[in-house]
């Protein structure tokens, strides 16, 4: 196995990338940086933080710093095919491709993939414009226990602008109405509606075998998980 010495994190700047960085200072005997696409204060107090404008930048960056493997945790990042570009140059690089990166980000494909691989996952349907939108809500409405979620299937950092959970059939269809007129190309997803604790769970995965990694510990309901 290659031994890692040298590292680059690539990313936006966000709260999952400062954390990365803070947990890497904290590793012995590899030299490392974070490149990041967006100023964070609380990131330039580190020397090895550096500013760039396009993964151009990152691979001219990264063709001078030699990197034994750069790690991607950004999902716009992901979504837009950063590894497949890092790779293309001949870099080592952890982060999954563009084509798995639309399970998180494309809401339709990763239905009908939980779907076809017999995933359990609530009914969910499917509108192009916000009359079926509408349309379906008003019809089925009072057919479920809980209600329905609705979800903007187009990627937003935003959860605010994709997401809403609406308590009545008179604000899903206000809902309805602003969730189209921000993102007025997009589908919507409007899933029915469950109740109970979400729990998420990481398995690392590569060349067919996989690890699942368990936190020491976690708050499930309020109760501590070990």
Known sequence: MKKINRIILYGQGNGRDHANHI????????????????????????????????????IRFANDYHPDLIIISNRADLNDGATE??????????GITKEVARLETVKEYAKKFMMRNNINTPDYFVADNEDNAIKFVKSNWNKTKYGYVLKVDQFSKNS???????ESLENAIQEINRLFNSTPNAKLIIEERIIGYELSLHILIN????????????????VDIK
């Open 207 to 222: 060349d067919g075998k996989y690890t699942i990694y368990i936190n020491a510990s976690c708050i499930f309901g309020g």
């Open 160 to 166: 605010f602008e994709r997401t809403s959970v609406p």
């Open 85 to 94: 570009r890092f790779r293309k140059c001949g870099f080592e690089v952890f």
């Open 23 to 58: 947990a890497l200072m904290k590793s012995n005997n590899i030299e490392f940086c974070s490149l990041i696409r967006n100023e964070n204060a609380l990131m330039e107090q580190y020397k090895n933080v550096y500013y760039i404008k396009s993964i151009e930048d990152a």
